[in-house]
């Protein structure tokens, strides 16, 4: 099992002190977590788009290149690459640099967004949110088809020119990128991914964690059914967590409920509070705060619902002081994963 | 009078999950996406196994009840005369983020009317928008247990209401009367209602206090 984390700068108020992270310090925080993932043996270091004030990365490729030439080992990804909004030649085209600054560890999730202020700002018309996507995700694997073919790609669609026999470059260490897609477990998103034959990461954001195992389960027959090896296909889960020695839950609290009351508001649910709180961070809920053995008992248990390869942790919701998120990661490296390998084998034996 | 046989429209998130909560409480399902069966076949059989992938023509046709649970943008492709007379129950909610800019919902009162609009012969309510689709599993209680969840169910048509009332309470939810469509707006986004989750008593007192509110306080009974 791949352990890693991801994260969108979030630089939120502190709810209890109402202090801010600059966006400066933001960039320097998240490329010091990368460096310690790296040492500590975590798998993956993800950075998501966000283009509102509460975040400080917009644009993920050059964080990547930047933490790639900072890390060794660790896989390097987007969580997620807003792809709707984005020019998939482009996206490729970053994506493939990263790759080769970093040695072949990029990694390229393509997601709708659930934010949408990136439409508005690049002229993408919200009432083509499905056509925007069917699109640029064809046309993007598209391209990495032909990356590793080495051949020429000829293609026409609705939302970018043409390309007439076009060869794009960089490509990527030998030739392939590696493509996820990221979906919040909409059936017919899976359904994609599985036609496609792409690997496939799921957005646990509520609920209990065995509402996934079907989706893994519709991800696996799918890709079986369209022809694809599923064995070779990852499935991944993102969520929310932080991992400390004592008082994990209590410490990730405040933010959570920041960023869950700013998206409540805004999208009319009502407000969540403690009790609902406590519901997912007990050991069938989707959140995973709790010290090493009880988040490490939590990705277990997970495992035995969806079978999955990767599961990746979002620590720093709504700003959560970097002190807390270092020591997170390190225990996330050194206690939790160990815990996870002794029961499923080592993460090479693993993908072996 | 019992419901029997429940037509889906919709195999997304919201249409699986009824269908699932639906078979546990032993109704025949159908479940209809957009076009030929075949394309939802393998999500149908995974995520909702024993309910039945069909065209929209035969879930229409079969069903008891007919429940919409398509994005809401989509609401235009609901066939009017397929649905005449029948009795249908909205799931539905604006998501701006997935529907886009839908002008004419600033027309309606409600988005239950809008669509009423467009399929005027169907005998409408509306229920289960209030409630997270994985709610509908981790929620359901046995009747007569003491945390049972209540969900509010509005209509104009007192037969729908009663099979409604029926169906929600089968799911495994207490099933609470607000009255006419048009009370539907107490259970919306951006009402507590909406995801909130209340006991019956605590529910039949939340609409009072945002149909008041409004000055909209109409009562079928």
Request: proline share 5%.
């Given at each position: 099992?791949?352990?890693?984390?991801?994260?969108?700068?979030?630089?939120?108020?502190?709810?209890?002190?109402?202090?801010?992270?600059?966006?400066?310090?933001?960039?320097?925080?998240?490329?010091?977590?990368?460096?310690?993932?790296?040492?500590?043996?975590?798998?993956?270091?993800?950075?998501?788009?966000?283009?509102?004030?509460?975040?400080?990365?917009?644009?993920?490729?050059?964080?990547?290149?930047?933490?790639?030439?900072?890390?060794?080992?660790?896989?390097?990804?987007?969580?997620?690459?807003?792809?709707?909004?984005?020019?998939?030649?482009?996206?490729?085209?970053?994506?493939?640099?990263?790759?080769?600054?970093?040695?072949?560890?990029?990694?390229?999730?393509?997601?709708?967004?659930?934010?949408?202020?990136?439409?508005?700002?690049?002229?993408?018309?919200?009432?083509?949110?499905?056509?925007?996507?069917?699109?640029?995700?064809?046309?993007?694997?598209?391209?990495?088809?032909?990356?590793?073919?080495?051949?020429?790609?000829?293609?026409?669609?609705?939302?970018?020119?043409?390309?007439?026999?076009?060869?794009?470059?960089?490509?990527?260490?030998?030739?392939?990128?590696?493509?996820?897609?990221?979906?919040g477990g909409?059936?017919?998103?899976?359904?994609?991914?599985?036609?496609?034959?792409?690997?496939?990461?799921y957005a646990l954001l509520g609920g209990a964690v065995s509402n996934f195992a079907r989706h893994a389960q519709?991800?696996?027959?799918?890709?079986?059914?369209?022809?694809?090896?599923?064995?070779?296909?990852?499935?991944?889960v993102?969520a929310v967590g932080?991992?400390?020695?004592?008082?994990?839950?209590?410490?990730?609290?405040?933010?959570?409920?920041?960023?869950?009351?700013?998206?409540?508001?805004?999208?009319?649910?009502?407000?969540p509070?403690?009790i609902s709180y406590n519901m997912q961070t007990a050991p069938s809920g989707a959140i995973y705060a709790?010290?090493?053995?009880?988040?490490?008992e939590k990705i277990l248990l997970t495992h035995q619902h969806m079978?999955h390869?990767?599961?990746?942790?979002?620590?720093?919701?709504?700003?959560?002081?970097?002190?807390?998120?270092?020591?997170?990661?390190?225990?996330?490296?050194?206690?939790?994963?160990?815990?996870?390998?002794?029961?499923?084998?080592?993460?090479?034996?693993?993908?072996? | 009078?019992?419901?029997?046989?429940?037509?889906?429209?919709?195999?997304?998130k919201?249409?699986?999950g009824?269908?699932r909560q639906?078979?546990?409480?032993?109704?025949?399902?159908?479940?209809?996406?957009?076009?030929?069966?075949?394309?939802?076949?393998?999500?149908?059989?995974?995520m909702?196994?024993?309910?039945?992938?069909?065209?929209?023509?035969?879930?229409?046709?079969?069903?008891?009840?007919?429940?919409?649970?398509?994005?809401?943008?989509?609401?235009?492709?609901?066939?009017?005369?397929?649905?005449?007379?029948?009795?249908?129950?909205?799931?539905?909610?604006?998501?701006?983020?997935?529907?886009?800019?839908?002008?004419?919902?600033?027309?309606?009162?409600?988005?239950?009317?809008?669509?009423?609009?467009?399929?005027?012969?169907?005998?409408?309510?509306?229920?289960?928008?209030?409630i997270g689709y994985h709610e509908l599993e981790l929620d359901a209680r046995?009747?007569?247990?003491?945390?049972?969840r209540?969900?509010?169910?509005?209509?104009?048509?007192?037969?729908?209401?009663?099979?409604?009332?029926?169906?929600?309470?089968?799911?495994g939810?207490?099933?609470?009367?607000?009255?006419?469509?048009?009370?539907?707006?107490?259970?919306?986004?951006?009402?507590?209602?909406?995801?909130?989750s209340?006991?019956?008593?605590?529910?039949?007192?939340?609409?009072?206090?945002?149909?008041?509110?409004?000055?909209?306080?109409?009562?079928?009974?």
């Amino acid at each position: 099992m791949e352990l890693g984390i991801y994260s969108f700068g979030d630089i939120h108020a502190d709810p209890a002190t109402g202090a801010r992270v600059s966006p400066q310090q933001s960039m320097a925080d998240l490329l010091e977590r990368a460096r310690l993932a790296d040492e500590v043996g975590l798998d993956y270091f993800g950075i998501g788009e966000h283009h509102r004030k509460e975040y400080s990365v917009s644009s993920i490729a050059p964080v990547l290149a930047a933490a790639a030439a900072q890390t060794k080992n660790i896989k390097l990804g987007s969580a997620v690459t807003v792809l709707s909004t984005e020019d998939p030649v482009r996206v490729y085209q970053q994506f493939s640099t990263i790759d080769l600054i970093s040695g072949g560890r990029a990694e390229l999730t393509a997601g709708r967004g659930s934010f949408i202020e990136s439409y508005p700002l690049f002229g993408a018309d919200l009432n083509d949110y499905e056509e925007l996507y069917e699109e640029k995700i064809a046309l993007l694997l598209g391209l990495n088809e032909a990356g590793r073919k080495e051949a020429p790609i000829t293609w026409s669609g609705k939302f970018r020119p043409a390309l007439d026999n076009a060869t794009i470059y960089p490509r990527p260490v030998d030739n392939d990128l590696d493509i996820w897609i990221a979906t919040g477990g909409t059936p017919s998103s899976t359904a994609r991914a599985a036609t496609l034959g792409t690997n496939v990461i799921y957005a646990l954001l509520g609920g209990a964690v065995s509402n996934f195992a079907r989706h893994a389960q519709l991800f696996r027959a799918g890709a079986a059914q369209a022809g694809h090896d599923a064995k070779a296909l990852k499935v991944g889960v993102s969520a929310v967590g932080l991992i400390a020695k004592g008082g994990a839950a209590d410490t990730f609290y405040p933010y959570w409920r920041r960023v869950m009351d700013d998206i409540s508001r805004e999208r009319g649910f009502s407000s969540p509070n403690r009790i609902s709180y406590n519901m997912q961070t007990a050991p069938s809920g989707a959140i995973y705060a709790g010290n090493p053995e009880q988040v490490a008992e939590k990705i277990l248990l997970t495992h035995q619902h969806m079978g999955h390869n990767r599961h990746i942790l979002e620590m720093d919701l709504a700003s959560v002081p970097q002190k807390d998120i270092l020591k997170s990661i390190e225990l996330f490296g050194t206690e939790v994963k160990p815990l996870i390998d002794a029961e499923l084998g080592t993460t090479k034996e693993n993908a072996a | 009078m019992s419901t029997q046989t429940i037509g889906i429209l919709g195999a997304g998130k919201v249409g699986t999950g009824v269908a699932r909560q639906a078979l546990l409480a032993g109704y025949r399902v159908l479940i209809a996406g957009s076009g030929d069966p075949k394309k939802i076949d393998l999500i149908v059989s995974v995520m909702a196994p024993g309910a039945i992938a069909v065209t929209a023509e035969q879930a229409m046709a079969e069903a008891d009840l007919v429940v919409l649970s398509v994005p809401l943008h989509k609401f235009r492709t609901l066939d009017p005369a397929g649905l005449n007379g029948k009795h249908v129950l909205d799931t539905m909610n604006y998501w701006r983020d997935t529907n886009g800019d839908m002008p004419e919902l600033a027309d309606a009162p409600s988005s239950s009317e809008m669509v009423l609009a467009h399929i005027p012969g169907a005998r409408l309510a509306k229920s289960l928008n209030h409630i997270g689709y994985h709610e509908l599993e981790l929620d359901a209680r046995p009747d007569g247990s003491a945390d049972r969840r209540a969900l509010a169910v509005v209509s104009d048509d007192d037969d729908t209401r009663a099979l409604v009332l029926d169906f929600v309470e089968r799911l495994g939810f207490d099933a609470v009367d607000a009255g006419p469509l048009s009370n539907g707006t107490a259970f919306e986004p951006d009402t507590p209602i909406f995801t909130g989750s209340y006991t019956a008593p605590a529910l039949e007192a939340e609409l009072v206090a945002h149909l008041a509110e409004r000055g909209e306080l109409t009562t079928s009974r």
